[in-house]
C-alpha cells in the first residue's frame, strides 16, 4: 500500500512538471511567424538540442515549419503556373510577330518585281519611298520579335532556376522531416526503456 502511494506521488509529481514545462513552451517564436525559411531553419538549428546525433524539436514547433514549408511550396507553384502562362503569352506574340514579319517579306519580293512605281490609293508613290517604309516596318517588327524573344529567354531562365529551388528545397525538407522522425522514434525507445527500468522490469 505504501509503494502504491509513493508510485502515485511520483506519477503525479511528473505529470505536474510535464505539464508546467508545456506551458512555459507554448510561446511560438516570432521567427516562425515572420521571417523566412532559411531564417526559421536557422532558428531551429541554433535554439535545439542535438542528443547522439538526434535534434529534439517542439511538435507545435515542427508543424508550425512544416506549415510555413507548404505554404511557400504553394507560392512556388503558383508562380511557376503564373511563369507558363507568361510564356504562353510571349509564344503567341513571337508566333504573331513571325507571321507578320513573314507577310512584310511576301510583299517586299513582290513590290521588287514591280514596276519603279506603285499606285497607292490612285497616287503614284516612288518605289524607293515604298521600300523604305517598308524597311521601317520591317526594323520595327524585328525589334519587337527580338525583344520578345530575350524576354522568353529571360523567363526560361528565371523558370528553370525556380524549378532547381524549388527541387532543393523539397529535397532539405525531405531529409529534415526523415531525421526529426527517427529522432522522435529514439526519444520513444528511450522513454519506453526508462518507464521499464522505473517499473522495475
Known amino acids: ?33 515572420k521571417n523566412s525559411l532559411k531564417e526559421q531553419f536557422n ?24 506549415g510555413n514549408v ?22 503567341m506574340k513571337i508566333d504573331s510577330l513571325t507571321k507578320n514579319i513573314a507577310a ?18 490612285g497616287m503614284e508613290i516612288n518605289k524607293s519611298s515604298y521600300n523604305k517604309v517598308m ?7 524585328v525589334a519587337a520579335l527580338t525583344l520578345g524573344f530575350l524576354a522568353f529567354n529571360r523567363n526560361m531562365t528565371l523558370l528553370s532556376d525556380t524549378k532547381k529551388e524549388f527541387q532543393e528545397l523539397k529535397d532539405e525538407f525531405e531529409a529534415y522531416r526523415k531525421t526529426s522522425r527517427e529522432a522522435r522514434e529514439k526519444m520513444t525507445m528511450s522513454h519506453f526503456i526508462e518507464l521499464k527500468k522505473l517499473k522495475g522490469e
Open 135 to 141: 524597311w521601317t516596318i520591317l526594323v520595327i517588327l
Open 43 to 66: 532558428y531551429l538549428d541554433e535554439h535545439t538540442k542535438i542528443y547522439e546525433t538526434y535534434r529534439a524539436i517542439r511538435e507545435d514547433m515542427f508543424q508550425k515549419l512544416k
Open 1 to 33: 500500500m505504501k509503494q502504491l502511494l509513493i508510485r502515485s506521488v511520483l506519477i503525479i509529481t511528473v505529470l505536474i512538471i510535464a505539464v508546467m514545462k508545456a506551458e512555459g513552451q507554448t510561446a511560438m517564436p516570432d521567427v516562425l511567424l
Open 104 to 121: 512584310t517579306n511576301t510583299r517586299l519580293d513582290e513590290m521588287t518585281k514591280s514596276k519603279n512605281s506603285i499606285s497607292v490609293i
Open 70 to 91: 507548404s505554404d511557400t511550396l504553394s507560392a512556388v507553384k503558383i508562380k511557376i503556373a503564373g511563369l507558363y502562362l507568361t510564356r504562353s503569352v510571349l509564344t
